[in-house]
């Protein structure tokens, strides 16, 4: 899996960075699907000078309803409809987010063309296609918002070939059963359990998307042990009580709550417009202070999950 920004930039957009949208590449898919957490204006345009392709975005994840985090979303659906694209597109959001798409939609006369299915979330788990399960926390904003929590399952460990060869069982279409843990009968009469041939089970990887947040306990278990974990810094440290009172963090809590939670890597994003490319090294300085392990996101930075 990979995290593609499409924008890093808090509440309005500035010379060098457009507001909120996240994309993730979904490798273990096979098929160059991807999910988009959140939608500010512009992130149509966006994803014009990236990779993405707007008929394999299978899924969109939306924090909470702030301008920054939704305005893109009746352009990119429309878009969408205009360019052919028939395929599926399933939106979650909190309470108002269907209100939200079906009213602009109808005061514009627009319509799409691709089945597109609204789900209205409270915490807890929001969706699990049996290859990555996720999750919703309730963050500390300023109105309703979300962290997600993004999981893969574990994979079944590799299949020991050479101990099947070696105990005279012969490959076959059955290998495929067993390398999924089934128990096939051979034409011999013989039962042969797939668990039995099993290495470990290998490791599902994990990451945490934050919402807007002021610091919340929440943090430490939305985040627990994850390989990623994406968080905004909306302002730098001296700047911690204007931050809270709006319900944003800065660079230190960021980076804390990265601490706290045991995660291996933070990218920071979301940064004040109030800031640009020259500051970068000075916010990266205030989170690796605390947590060595910080990377700033820039419009269109690239990850590995």
Request: hydrophobic content about 40%; some cysteine.
């Amino acid at each position: 899996m990979e995290l593609l920004f499409l924008g890093t930039c808090a509440g309005t957009p500035s010379r060098e960075r457009n507001v909120t949208a996240i994309a993730l590449t979904l490798g273990n898919s096979g098929s160059g699907g991807y999910w988009l957490f959140d939608c500010g204006e512009g992130t149509q345009h966006q994803m014009m000078r990236s990779p993405l392709k707007p008929g394999k975005m299978e899924k969109i994840f939306i924090t909470h309803l702030h301008g920054d985090h939704i305005f893109g979303l009746p352009g990119l659906l429309t878009s969408r409809s205009m360019g052919g694209v028939t395929e599926p597109l399933t939106i979650y959001g909190p309470v108002g987010i269907k209100a939200f798409v079906e009213t602009t939609l109808s005061l514009s006369a627009s319509y799409v063309t691709f089945p597109l299915e609204i789900v209205e979330i409270t915490a807890g788990e929001v969706c699990d296609d049996g290859q990555i399960r996720v999750s919703a926390w309730p963050m500390s904003h300023v109105i309703e918002c979300y962290g997600y929590r993004i999981e893969q399952h574990d994979k079944p460990g590799v299949l020991d070939a050479a101990r099947l060869k070696a105990e005279g069982i012969p490959a076959g279409n059955w290998f495929q059963q067993l390398k999924r843990g089934e128990t096939v009968l051979l034409a011999d009469g013989r039962e042969v359990c797939g668990q039995d041939y099993l290495g470990p089970s290998i490791k599902g990887k994990s990451l945490a998307i934050f919402g807007d947040t002021a610091p919340t306990p929440a943090a430490s278990e939305l985040a627990a042990n994850v390989d990623v974990m994406v968080h905004e810094t909306t302002l730098e440290a001296s700047m911690a009580e204007k931050a809270n009172s709006r319900g944003h963090s800065t660079t230190v809590q960021a980076a804390t709550a990265a601490k706290l939670a045991g995660a291996k890597r933070l990218i920071a994003t979301h940064f004040s417009a109030r800031y640009d490319f020259a500051d970068s090294e000075r916010l990266l300085a205030e989170c690796r202070e605390i947590f060595p392990a910080t990377e700033l996101a820039r419009d269109f930075s690239v990850f590995k999950v």
